[in-house]
């Protein structure tokens, strides 16, 4: 195999998020839904493209543009989520389809999963008989018990075990979700790999750090504490665990960025309370909100990785969040106190006397804030994009060759293309 990496045709497929594509061809997510793997495809297949890869991107229909970072993107057909009306779902099966892919002729599909799209992708997979790769990123299991629908925890894990098994290598985010698959005996260990992390760091810097966002974000009173929160607002994400935390802490405000099914609720949770809503900020809007808080409060539990812990951390606010999930992977034990701050899930008392300790000291936030800034600042879009590119999808074509028995041993990429599907 040379050593040398020619450029690659990758075919995404995805149903949730506008998603940048690289050479190969993939299914994304649908533009208008937000969230932190959204982001994650965004810098992956702008950084493919980058390294001369074509990609061709799936995606759900509504909102999809015709092109992102030059490639090409195919809109499918979607319908609400029956449980989550503003998660479109895709099978992405139709003909059409089909031909765009085959006609792509990808070296590899790369699938996200959980998801309905994943099976439109795994079917085509096999009519065109490519390796595929599939990228989890929704830890439903998770989520199941903040819904009361615990009945459906096994069948949940039974259907990623049957998805993953279909695969020839999955990638997680997280050390948390890796080991979480390898206690379900979802697939075995050698066929898992990690995503590793990334943070723009240029977009979300210190630099961004407004007066007028801070007032906006107070609510009117810049002088007064300002915890902060950006995401995707969901039962799952815990977050009236925040209700609780901020009637323990008189005279701070707290400022919600972002939307999501769980926002109305909320609202009305915090009725009375020194909350701002900002809806969905984007661009330099949402880095200065980043920028201009004092903590970044972070109490869900069901994180695969938390971009936003990453993009707080790089914007040089600490953050205080449950130790729970993909978190950890961000805010290692060696680093806890240094660079931001958990507390055990649940423990109201720890998070409380958390941020406090950082509202009562500027020096001491200034002081983490800088470490944060700094350990984000290795963590790489360009470093992360170039190890799947060049490891991860190596070694899923490689599995996919021994299964088929193939023994032609000429470089994986050569003239290559990827397709990649997601919902």
Not at 78 to 96: H, K
Not at 208 to 232: A, C, D, F, N, Q
Not at 264 to 288: D, N
Not at 307 to 323: C, F, I, K, N, Y
Request: aromatic share 8%; net charge positive.
């Amino acid at each position: 195999m040379q050593t040398s990496t020619p450029p690659l045709r990758t075919a995404r497929m995805g149903a949730r998020g506008k998603i940048p594509t690289p050479t190969p061809a993939r299914r994304t997510t649908s533009t208008s839904y937000i969230s932190g793997y959204k982001n994650r495809f965004q810098n992956f297949i702008k950084h493919l493209r980058e390294m001369g890869d074509e990609v061709l991107v799936v995606t759900t229909h509504k909102g999809a543009p015709e092109e992102f970072h030059g490639a090409k993107v195919i809109g499918s057909w979607s319908f609400p989520c029956p449980l989550y009306q503003n998660v479109p779902l895709s099978l992405a099966l139709s003909p059409r389809i089909f031909s765009e892919v085959n006609k792509f002729k990808p070296d590899i599909i790369h699938a996200t999963s959980p998801g309905i799209m994943v099976l439109g992708a795994l079917a085509i997979s096999k009519m065109i008989s490519v390796p595929m790769v599939m990228s989890y990123h929704t830890h439903l299991p998770a989520y199941i018990p903040r819904y009361n629908l615990n009945w459906l925890l096994e069948p949940t894990w039974s259907f990623i075990r049957c998805l993953h098994r279909s695969a020839d290598l999955t990638l997680v985010p997280s050390v948390a979700i890796a080991e979480d698959f390898e206690t379900a005996k979802v697939v075995p260990a050698n066929r898992i790999r990690l995503w590793n992390k990334g943070v723009d760091s240029e977009s979300f810097h210190t630099k961004y750090r407004r007066h007028e966002m801070r007032v906006r974000l107070s609510g009117g009173e810049p002088e007064k504490p300002l915890v902060i929160h950006v995401g995707r607002f969901g039962r799952e994400k815990n977050l009236d665990f925040l209700k609780r935390v901020m009637e323990r802490l008189p005279g701070a405000r707290i400022a919600f960025v972002g939307d999501g099914p769980y926002r109305s609720e909320l609202e009305k949770m915090f009725t009375g309370m020194p909350a701002v809503f900002t809806g969905m900020l984007q661009g330099e809007e949402l880095s200065q909100a980043y920028a201009s808080g004092d903590v970044f409060a972070m109490p869900s539990e069901s994180e695969t990785l938390g971009q936003v812990v990453l993009e707080s951390m790089a914007s040089g606010v600490p953050v205080v969040a449950a130790r729970a999930g993909g978190i950890p992977d961000i805010i290692p034990k060696d680093k806890e106190g240094k660079t931001s701050f958990l507390f055990t899930p649940g423990d109201l008392d720890e998070c409380v006397r958390k941020i406090e300790q950082l509202l009562s000291s500027k020096d001491l936030r200034e002081t983490i804030g800088m470490a944060a800034r700094e350990e984000m600042e290795k963590c790489d879009w360009r470093t992360a994009s170039k190890k799947i590119r060049n490891e991860h999808y190596s070694t899923a074509i490689s599995y996919w060759r021994k299964k088929m028995g193939k023994t032609n041993q000429t470089s994986l990429f050569q003239d290559s293309s990827v397709a990649a599907l997601s919902n």
